[in-house]
């Protein structure tokens, strides 16, 4: 069993939809992927350019727990990204960003830490993505500022061991996250 790393947003459901089409703006432009039409508990609609567990077949979350995306995304490039692209043979970077995926992502519509809570879960289906993931300070500043823009309460880098995430972003507050290990 490898690593499964990842970084969870905690976010009112209200924010939920806007999440997500926030999520769809870091997909890479252009991609093959018919548009999957999601219907959010309380009827919100979203089209994303990522698939579901139902391929993509317009999926309605009413009294669902969750709902899992597979996306591609794209990272702006730093030392630990252009490394990551160039041992993988990934395409060139587009406008100073790699795509990066799948990275899978679980919408837990009432968080494991707080019901009242909804969770972004986006977990790295790869060792060498949670490498990644754990090594690249863009990567970092991705996803804390994913959490800014749409009004979480939190973000958090997650180890997959079970002990809590190591909290990167708390309600618009820098967060304290250590230096991006150089190994």
Not at 31 to 43: H, M, Q, S
Not at 74 to 81: G, H, T
Request: with cysteine.
């Amino acid at each position: 069993m490898g690593l499964s790393y990842g970084y969870d947003i905690f976010l009112r459901p209200r924010r939920v939809a806007g999440a997500l089409t926030a999520v769809a703006g870091l997909a890479p432009p252009n991609r093959d992927v018919p548009p999957l039409d999601v219907t959010l508990p309380g009827g919100e609609r979203v089209v994303l350019p990522f698939t579901s567990g139902f391929g993509s077949e317009p999926v309605d979350c009413s009294g669902r727990d969750t709902l899992e995306l597979d996306t591609s995304l794209m990272f702006p490039v730093d030392d630990a990204v252009r490394a990551y692209a160039e041992s993988y043979g990934l395409p060139p970077e587009r406008n100073g960003r790699v795509q990066i995926g799948y990275v899978y992502l679980t919408v837990r519509f009432a968080s494991f830490l707080d019901p009242g809570y909804t969770a972004l879960e986006f977990w790295a289906p790869t060792s060498g993505i949670s490498r990644l993931f754990e090594r690249s300070a863009s990567i970092r500043e991705t996803f804390t500022g994913l959490a800014a823009a749409v009004g979480a309460e939190c973000c958090q880098f997650d180890v997959g061991d079970g002990s809590p995430g190591e909290v990167c972003w708390v309600s618009g507050e820098a967060g304290f996250p250590p230096s991006p290990s150089p190994s």
